[in-house]
C-alpha cells in the first residue's frame, strides 16, 4: 500500500443505530487517520489520531482484535499481541486524541499477522433542555463504528513504503493469487485464493480479453471488494449479467496498476 494512505482522512460510517424514542439527534463528527496500520518487525508501535469536528464533545473505545478469515468469513477474537493506549478517550470539539497501538510481541520472520483496528462511539444522555424537557433523555441515537487493518510484519518481508527507509519497491512481498469461480444456489461467486505470506488488498477488479486490459472489459467490483489474508480465499457475488472469462486483472495495493491475477484450477 503507498504511503498516501497515511494521509487519507475517513468520516466514521454509521453501523448501527439505538432506537429508544422517535427523536433523532445528529451523530458526532470524527475523523481517524492514517487508515492502514503497519507495524514492521523493527518497530515497536503505530500511531492512530482521532479527531473531533464537531460541536460536542465524543468518548471512544478503541480495540485491537484479532483477524482471521475461516469458510469465507471474518472472524475476530480478543488477543494481547497488540493494545490501544489508551483505550478509551473523550475528544473535545476541535481538539486530536493521540492513540498508540503497541505490539507486545514479536512475529516470526517472513510471518504477517492481522488485526482490526475497532473504534466505537461510546454512547451518551443527550441534553434534552433544548427539547423542552425537565430531564435528560436518550434518543435515537446514530451509535459509529470504524474497522481499519493493522498488520505486523516480521522480519524478512514488508509491503509499505516508508519516509525513514529507503528500498527497492520491486523487493516489496507480494501475495500470490488465484482465482475460480464457485456456482452456488445458482449464483456465480468469484473465488480468490491467496498463496503468500502477505494479504492482499483488491480493488478495481475486471476480466478483459487475454493480454489486453482495455478491450472486452467486464467489470466485477469498481473500487474496493475486500481482503484475502495469507493463505485463506475470499469470496464475492458475481455481477448479474457478467459472465467471468479471459484475464482477470486487479489492483493489489492502492495507487498502482492493475495486475493480472491467473486462473487456478
Known sequence: MKLTFLRCIFRLIVLSALCLSGQVFAASSVLVWPVYQIIEADQNSSALWLENRGADPVSLQVRVMAWKQENFSERYADQTAVVASPPFATVAPGQRQLIRLIRNTPVAPKTEKAFR?????????????????????????????????????????????????????????????????????????????????????LSNVFWSANGNNKQGVKTMVSGFMGYVLPGQ???????????????????????????????GE
Open 117 to 201: 483496528i475497532i473504534i466505537d462511539e461510546i454512547p451518551s444522555p443527550l441534553n434534552a433542555s433544548a427539547q423542552g424537557q425537565a430531564k435528560a433523555v436518550v434518543g435515537l441515537q446514530l451509535q459509529m463504528r470504524y474497522l481499519l487493518p493493522l498488520f505486523l510484519d516480521g522480519e524478512g518481508l514488508w509491503t509499505n513504503e516508508r519516509t525513514d527507509i529507503k528500498r527497492d519497491p520491486a523487493s516489496a512481498t507480494k501475495p500470490v493469487l488465484k482465482w475460480s469461480v464457485d456456482n452456488e444456489g445458482g449464483k456465480m461467486l468469484l473465488k480468490i485464493r491467496n498463496n503468500g505470506t502477505v494479504h492482499a488488498r
Open 233 to 263: 480465499e475470499m469470496r464475492w457475488p458475481v455481477p448479474a449479467g457478467v459472465i467471468p472469462g479471459g484475464q482477470l486483472n486487479a489492483q493489489i495495493a492502492d495507487n498502482t496498476q492493475p495486475v493480472v491475477i491467473p486462473r
